[in-house]
């Protein structure tokens, strides 16, 4: 995995990737997989209270800023730096309890 953005991940709606560059923070676009109600699930505000702003704060709180990739869990409010490298958001979220090891992988 290069790009995070040229990826498909399947995660809870609460659950958000951002990519921190040299250019500025960056929300990995989602897109509902199953949804009953028609809500834009990338409206922080509307569904968990916070703004776009609010959690780029506490992103540069987790790291101080530094660039690289973060999950952002915004129904606990806890934020994580996963490193420099995009395959290190598939560790990070399998530590959070998000996933689980692809048994075909290693085999």
Same mark, same amino acid.
């Given at each position: ?66 660039? $690289? ?29 998000? $996933? ?8």
């Amino acid at each position: 995995m290069k790009d995070i953005n040229d990826t498909t991940v399947v995660l809870p709606d609460y659950i958000r990737i951002i990519e921190h560059k040299p250019s500025g923070w960056l929300f990995k676009a989602m897109k509902p997989f199953s949804t009953y109600k028609n809500v834009d699930i990338n409206n922080f505000e509307l569904l968990y209270g916070i703004n776009k702003q609010q959690i780029l704060i506490e992103l540069f709180r987790t790291s101080g800023g530094k660039l $690289g990739y973060y999950i952002a869990d915004l129904r606990r409010k806890k934020y994580y730096y996963c490193g420099a490298e995009a395959e290190m958001v598939k560790q990070k979220l399998l530590e959070i309890g998000i $996933g689980r090891v692809d048994p075909m992988e290693n085999a």
